[in-house]
């Protein structure tokens, strides 16, 4: 009877344990105490697979001694602390357990909505710990009337939502990856302008970590709100920009801020803790007796299928198996996913169809090129999908996945096409890969065009007249925005489409700017 090793590197509910040490064929090996050099030199080389928490990294000096791994459990939601591209690499399959801790993050976040209504930790060790009893200190604000902006409206963001309303308040949704009914049918208001949100009483954000929710609160934001607004953030670090959160609060234009996570934990030397108007709590969003019941036994049960190659429950890296396809076949899948990605970019809304078309042999493998293409459009709505639960997720979503083999192209040897329509839009997007392994477009929406799939792009519609060139790039200097590469194609219709690479991020300032231009017709901002 073959026997598979799972190690657990970081501690987890005791069910979870007895699930593993239960199962004839797993060998267990409990290291949550072992010294983290112990633990990766001596005992991951034997791990077929680890259960991690926040206290281990699945980094470079983790994986170089990962030679017999096949999967990593990362026991909880996030996996930051996970090297995923790294793992892909070795061929080890990331998984994750999205959903174990919803119910304790939602009573999180309400708990630190109502301390910061009714400063409850401060009059609580006014009395406890000082011994003071003094009620006019403590006045407050009740919830009922007040407006709550709340930014991401997924499974944690929804649930919050719906316990607000129980206590009258009035809710207002931002999440450009719903379908706004998904709001409007709860008696909620849906906005696609996010100074909507800006404009709320209380608001609190329910997004993942990347490159577009990073710093989503910073400054300029915090300015437009109103006096007094109070931030609660029980998702991720550095959503709220933290020197920007640290100024509001000291000028009292933010009143007060409950914060359970922060950019670098352990956050013991944080300047916000100065402050004498936050409530905060050492990222506490799991930390329910139930939620860890829930992880832990979840985690435990992907581990034990993926040690036994049953099943990688919510697989966040699912390698391809390489020997079955030609080595040319996995760039093209990779750049699918690239142009998905940017796809859902243009057209920040609800996806309605994806339709992937392949010409010349790449068309072979177009069904693959469609999972990997709705894995790129649907990532930055869904912490959840993966190449396992593309298909099923965008079924649920009732979004229409079509593959299409084409024809040998008349100009490209291997060209693959994206066509993505959401509720805002279509975008269609043609890329190949040249001889020297780099991607490149080759058409945007009707406009041939070759640019390189990569960094901070500008699409720039406009009609086709004279001085276009100079006001986009003296207003992209005006903003100390650098031009990399300025690509430029234009149609029979009058029209012309630039594609503009920049060394850094573009605000919505400058984008403002742009679109404020005699001829331009659109502006779109993608990061890659």
């Known amino acids: 009877m073959q026997k598979y090793t799972i190690v657990v590197c970081d501690h987890i509910h005791t069910a979870g344990l007895d699930m593993l040490q239960n199962d004839e064929n797993i060998n267990f090996i409990m290291a949550a105490d072992e010294p983290k050099d112990k633990l990766v030199t001596e005992i991951i080389p034997q791990a077929d697979v680890a259960i991690t928490r926040s206290s281990t990294d699945v980094d470079t000096f983790f994986l170089e001694h990962a030679k017999n791994m096949k999967a ?124 909507d949100i800006l404009a709320c009483d209380v608001i609190t954000i329910h997004t993942p970590k990347n490159k577009e929710t990073i710093g989503i609160i910073g400054e300029e934001e915090i300015a437009k709100m109103k006096d007094g607004v109070v931030l609660v953030n029980c998702a991720r670090g550095d959503l709220y920009n933290e020197d920007a959160l640290y100024n509001g609060l000291k000028s009292g234009k933010i009143r007060f801020a409950g914060i359970d996570v922060f950019g670098k934990e352990p956050a013991i030397n944080n300047k916000l803790l100065d402050l004498d108007n936050i409530v905060v709590s050492p990222h506490l969003g799991a930390n329910t007796y139930e939620s860890q019941y829930n992880i832990g036994t979840q985690a435990a049960e992907n581990a034990i299928a993926a040690a036994k190659g049953i099943a990688y429950p919510n697989a966040l890296n699912l390698p391809i198996d390489e020997s079955k396809i030609p080595p040319f076949v996995k760039p093209f899948l990779e750049m699918g996913q690239k142009i998905g990605f940017l796809a859902s970019q243009m057209h920040k809304s609800q996806i309605i169809s994806v339709k992937v078309s392949g010409h010349g042999e790449i068309g072979e493998y177009v069904d693959s090129l469609a999972t990997f293409v709705t894995v790129g459009a649907m990532s930055q709505s869904s912490d959840k999908i ?143």
């Open 72 to 195: 990593i459990v990362r026991a909880g939601v996030g996996v930051d602390n996970v090297d995923i591209p790294g793992c892909s690499k070795q061929g080890i399959i990331v998984m994750n357990v999205p959903t174990a801790n919803t119910i304790a993050a939602v009573e999180l976040t309400m708990t630190h909505m109502l301390s910061c209504m009714r400063m409850f930790p401060y009059s609580h060790d006014h009395l406890k710990n000082q011994r003071i009893w003094k009620r006019e200190k403590w006045y407050g604000y009740e919830l009922k009337g007040k407006k709550l902006g709340v930014i991401g409206f997924g499974n944690i963001g929804s649930r919050v939502a719906k316990r607000a309303k129980a206590f009258e308040m009035d809710i207002v949704a931002y999440d450009p990856y719903i379908h706004p009914s998904k709001v409007t049918d709860l008696d909620m208001t849906y906005t696609k302008n996010f100074d």
């Open 386 to 528: 993966n190449y396992v639960n593309a298909d099923f997720i965008a079924k649920e979503k009732n979004i229409a996945i079509e593959a299409e083999k084409l024809g040998d192209s008349t100009v490209y040897k291997n060209l693959i096409t994206v066509k993505l329509t959401t509720t805002e839009g279509t975008s269609t997007i043609s890329a190949t890969i040249f001889d020297d392994g780099v991607q490149r477009i080759t058409a945007i929406n009707g406009f041939d065009i070759e640019v390189p799939l990569k960094g901070d792009m500008i699409l720039f519609k406009n009609s086709d007249v004279p001085g276009v060139i100079g006001n986009i790039g003296q207003t992209l200097a005006q903003n100390n925005v650098n031009i990399a590469d300025f690509s430029l194609a234009r149609n029979d219709k009058g029209n012309a489409l630039a594609v503009i690479l920049v060394d850094s991020t573009v605000d919505d300032k400058t984008l403002e700017e742009l679109a404020s231009l005699d001829a331009c017709i659109s502006v779109n901002y993608a990061r890659l």
